[in-house]
Each structure stands twice: as structure tokens, then as C-alpha cells.
């Protein structure tokens, strides 16, 4: 493959090899801020900056209802895992619990002194965990049936932005803009670990359905991977070149779809690690809405056409797990430098170099040093790789 071939590889594609859109859901006045399918699958909900939650049919993408979330717009959504009940969080500091069945709102539970960013039912629907804007900063866990608040979780110094029950039900994670993930013991309401690593704010935390590790997404760009039961970083996953507010397992564990506000949506394999699809969708929200997969058949809901609508899309594993991984470096073996440069200048530089055969002057390079590589892109009798790994210090 030349590199043109290969520069065209790594651009995102509107729709992906091994990823069919089957439709799109319209009817949202303002941009949509989370979707979340039920857990029969038979419905989806969604919230917006038009103050409303509507439920929609999966099957047909009629609108069923459309709800009022509240007195002022509604961030989060999330179903019970054994129901159609789902709760939502509001700017007016409020959880509401709705049947989505019928429509109508069953509970509202007060308590948070500011925004309610983010919630979470436990997987047998008994409880409800909700993370506060910076103006409250803790997490409160509530009793579903009663609306009684059991416990307030302290610890997080800023906006608590996502909150993650494990698949056993028995402990929490969050994550902060204060950069860190905390992993809670759900009936003693302890500080079991903060894990940290991120330099910036997490934006988003997920459980792995299979119980073993956590995955984190961060304002720093990458996301991050934790095993649950020894609380260890396993992996850092690059790519993104934004802020990455949403990720989200598949029911089967075999893939991590993450989304970030360059525009793209990643699928990653869980067994390597690596990026086997790139969506390009626009986004014209600061923070795009939360991702969510159908739970017993391959449908992915994310938004689409600057947040206005939700898109579904069906992912053919046989085509995504059976293809070579999409690198994000090309291979370049006849190069003789690396460049490093302030406000992107080697950036800018190498990929003139690839692109056109020369390069283009920038005054405000301000030095240069050159390493002669022999062996670039090649692997030696030892097994090994050379790769070079350019940087962009200046982000």
C-alpha cells in the first residue's frame, strides 16, 4: 500500500466498512444530549436542549412520546436494567423517574444543590446513583421504590460527570472534572480507590460488561483502561484529538465505541486494543451526547447531523473484527528526520514531507534536529519493530 493509500485510511469515513446505517430518528427542536436504549430493546430515549425527553420505537423510529423533563433542560438519561422505568437529571437539580411505557413521571427526587450531570441505575433496578455540577460535587444514592436518598458520597473536588454501576451491582465508579475515578463500595457509600492518571477532566466512566475492567474518558484525549479488581491501569488508548465525553462497552464485550468532540466516533477491539472503524459525524455540542448499544442485537445509537438527530447503526463483526486494525501513524521507511516543533510546526512539517515530497518554512520553528533511521517501518531478525513516534508537544 503507498502512503496516499495509506493517508486515506486513516480519514474518517461517514460510513465505515462493516457499519450499516439503518436509520435516523428526527424531532428533537435542540441538540440532543443523551440517548439510552431500554433493556428489551424495544425503545429509546432521549434528551435535549429543548427541555424534552422523547421515547422513540426502535423498530419503526416512530415517536411515541415526548415528555418534560423538568423546569430547565435535562442532561442524562439512564434505564433500569430490569424495566421500563429510566431516570433522568436536570439542570434544575432534580432526578425524575419516569415509566416509559406509559409516559407519565412517576418520582421526582430532591436533594442536589446544583445540576444533576449524570445517573445511573444499578443492574437490579433497586437503586439509583447521580452526580452533582461543581456547585454540589457528590454523588447520591437512592432508593428506587421509596425515592429516600440512602447515602451522599464525598470526595470528588469538582462537577461529578459520570457515574457507572459494575455489573454485580456492588460497587460505583465516577468520574470528575477534577480528573480523577473513583471506585465506591455501593452499600457503605467508601472511597475503595481513586484512580489516577488523566490530566485532565473525565468526562465519561463504564463498566465492561464482563465484570474485569473500567474504561474512562477524559478531556486529555485519551481513555483509559483499569482492572476492576486489582484497581491497575492496563491501557491508554490514542487516537482522538479532542476531548472524549462518551464511551460505552458492547453487550458482548468484544468492542469499545467511544465518541470525542473532533467529530469522530472510534470502535476499538478489546482484545488488542486497537481502532478497527472511524465515523465522521459533526458535532456542534460542546459535549456530545452519550453513546448506547441495543442489549441483544449489534445497534449502535449515536447522534448525528450537528446532535439534532440520533443515527442507528448496525455493525457487521465479521467485517470489524476480521479486518486489519486502522493504525494512526503511517509507516514512512525512506524518512530521515523527525521534526519537533512549537504551535504544531512538526506536525505541520511531517506531513508536508509525506504529502508533497518537501517541505514548507516556518519562521517560527525556532530549531531543528535530525536522527538518521535506517530501519524505519522494518522488523529486524530479533522480532522486533523500529517505529519513530512524532509528537505534538504543543497539542
Request: net charge negative.
Amino acid at each position: 500500500m503507498n502512503t496516499e493509500d495509506k493517508l486515506k485510511q486513516l480519514k474518517p469515513e461517514k460510513n465505515p466498512a462493516g457499519m450499516k446505517h439503518l436509520c435516523t430518528l428526527g424531532g428533537h427542536s435542540g441538540l440532543i444530549y443523551a440517548i439510552a436504549f431500554s433493556p428489551d430493546g424495544k425503545k429509546i430515549a432521549s434528551c435535549s436542549a429543548d427541555q424534552t425527553i422523547k421515547i422513540w420505537e426502535t423498530d419503526s423510529g416512530n415517536e411515541l412520546f415526548t415528555l418534560k423533563g423538568g423546569k430547565e433542560t435535562t442532561f442524562n438519561i439512564s434505564f433500569s436494567p430490569v424495566s421500563n422505568i429510566f431516570a433522568s437529571g436536570s439542570h434544575d437539580n432534580t432526578v425524575r423517574i419516569w415509566n416509559a411505557d406509559s409516559g407519565k413521571e412517576i418520582n421526582t427526587l430532591e436533594g442536589h444543590e446544583d445540576a444533576v450531570v449524570s445517573v445511573s441505575l444499578s443492574p437490579d433496578g433497586n437503586k439509583l446513583a447521580s452526580g452533582a455540577a461543581s456547585g454540589d460535587r457528590t454523588i447520591k444514592i437512592w432508593d428506587i421504590d421509596s425515592g429516600k436518598n440512602l447515602r451522599t458520597l464525598e470526595g470528588h473536588e469538582n462537577a461529578v460527570w459520570s457515574v457507572a454501576f459494575s455489573s454485580d451491582g456492588k460497587i460505583i465508579a465516577s468520574g470528575s472534572h477534577d480528573s480523577a475515578v473513583i471506585v465506591w463500595d455501593t452499600d457503605s457509600g467508601k472511597n475503595l480507590v481513586t484512580l489516577e492518571g488523566h490530566e485532565n477532566a473525565v468526562r465519561s466512566v463504564v463498566f465492561n460488561p464482563d465484570g474485569k475492567t473500567i474504561a474512562s474518558g477524559s478531556d486529555d484525549k485519551t481513555i483509559r483502561i483499569w482492572n476492576v479488581q486489582t484497581r491497575k491501569l492496563l491501557h491508554i488508548l490514542e487516537g482522538h484529538t479532542a476531548r472524549v465525553v462518551s464511551c460505552v462497552f458492547t453487550p458482548d464485550s468484544q468492542l469499545l465505541v467511544s465518541k470525542a468532540s473532533d467529530n469522530t466516533i472510534r470502535l476499538w477491539r478489546t482484545d488488542t486494543w486497537q481502532t478497527v472503524a472511524i465515523v465522521y459525524e459533526p458535532s456542534a455540542n460542546e459535549w456530545p451526547p452519550q453513546l448506547s448499544f441495543h442489549p441483544s442485537k449489534h445497534i449502535l445509537a449515536a447522534h448525528g447531523e450537528n446532535d439534532m438527530v440520533i443515527k442507528l447503526w448496525e455493525l457487521d463483526y465479521k467485517i470489524l473484527l476480521g479486518k486489519d486494525f486502522i493504525s494512526d501513524s503511517v509507516p514512512y521507511t525512506t524518512a530521515k528526520i523527525a521534526l519537533l516543533g512549537d504551535s504544531g510546526v512538526g506536525k505541520t512539517g511531517l506531513g508536508w514531507r509525506i504529502a508533497h515530497g518537501s517541505f514548507k518554512e516556518h519562521s517560527s520553528t525556532h530549531g531543528q534536529q535530525f536522527w538518521v533511521i535506517h530501519e524505519l517501518g522494518e522488523k529486524r531478525e530479533d522480532g522486533a519493530e523500529c517505529e519513530a513516534v512524532l509528537w505534538d508537544m504543543a497539542g
